[in-house]
């Protein structure tokens, strides 16, 4: 199993997390992988063999080739066919919201094939250029002209949806929005209603999953560290609250949640 990041331009990087490529031979003991939110929006392009997303326990699609996956909040299966080889785009909270019309809130919880967010004609040749491009340099090179080309000349986030996700960020997610709005909460359906058509989520729910985030990445690289000193330092009000939140969104508790083989993918985005 291959994971590998890549940092973008300097004029994508406050849009852009990084790119990123995970390849997993087919002879490898593929089994259910569940994913957790992350807080992100990626769009991703699938280079090898199909992917399954079940939406039961017994039931699944295929996955887009190439599509544009919105803020989860709650964890879902996946399973691959044979070879995986994938091309992804991470993108911070606020970052995708500079390239489609479209309210975030509509790709929550789903996979969005690329063509119904883009021109058909134009989102077609995106995905044969990054299927055909020759290596990892080339695809970033593609996918970065591409999002030049689009972006406005000025950022167009709005400064109450950036405010308020720096402060969560730089909080670990637990700054209250009432500090945030600074106590003028007549503010609040504001920010709702900006969050829900920018974000895709809301900011208590962006909150609770950058807090998780960091729990889960001091589980991850701390794993003899007990629960409640990882409920202390990630600000939760105890260890039940930890674990009441793990549990929402990972769909497991925290001692199920390390070394699960069919959490080998969660485990790698997050270490």
Request: aromatic share 10%; charged share 25%; with cysteine.
């Amino acid at each position: 199993m291959n994971y590998q990041t890549f940092q973008p331009h300097p004029d994508l990087k406050l849009i852009i997390s990084c790119y990123w490529t995970l390849e997993v031979p087919a002879d490898h003991d593929s089994k259910k992988q569940r994913i957790v939110p992350d807080g992100c929006i990626e769009m991703a392009f699938i280079l090898g063999d199909n992917i399954k997303r079940y939406t039961s326990e017994d039931e699944f699609i295929l996955q887009p080739r190439a599509m544009v996956i919105g803020h989860i909040s709650k964890p879902f299966y996946i399973e691959p066919t044979g070879d995986v080889n994938t091309f992804a785009v991470r993108f911070y909270p606020y970052g995708f919201s500079n390239f489609i019309k479209k309210p975030l809130k509509n790709l929550a919880n789903t996979e969005t094939p690329i063509e119904l967010l883009f021109e058909k004609k134009m989102a077609k040749e995106l995905e044969e250029k990054i299927i055909l491009a020759k290596n990892v340099k080339q695809r970033i090179e593609i996918i970065e002209k591409f999002f030049l080309e689009r972006l406005n000349e000025k950022v167009t986030i709005e400064n109450i949806v950036k405010t308020t996700i720096d402060s969560l960020l730089s909080t670990n997610g637990n700054a209250s929005i009432k500090t945030i709005l600074k106590g003028d909460l007549s503010k609040r359906r504001q920010l709702e209603r900006k969050f829900a058509k920018q974000i895709g989520v809301s900011p208590k729910q962006l909150g609770k999953l950058i807090r998780l985030q960091t729990a889960l990445k001091m589980l991850l690289n701390n794993e003899t560290e007990s629960l409640t000193n990882i409920a202390y330092k990630s600000d939760y009000y105890d260890q039940a609250h930890f674990i009441k939140d793990f549990k929402e969104f990972t769909g497991t508790n925290p001692k199920e949640f390390l070394g699960n083989e069919n959490m080998t993918i969660s485990t790698l985005f997050y270490k």
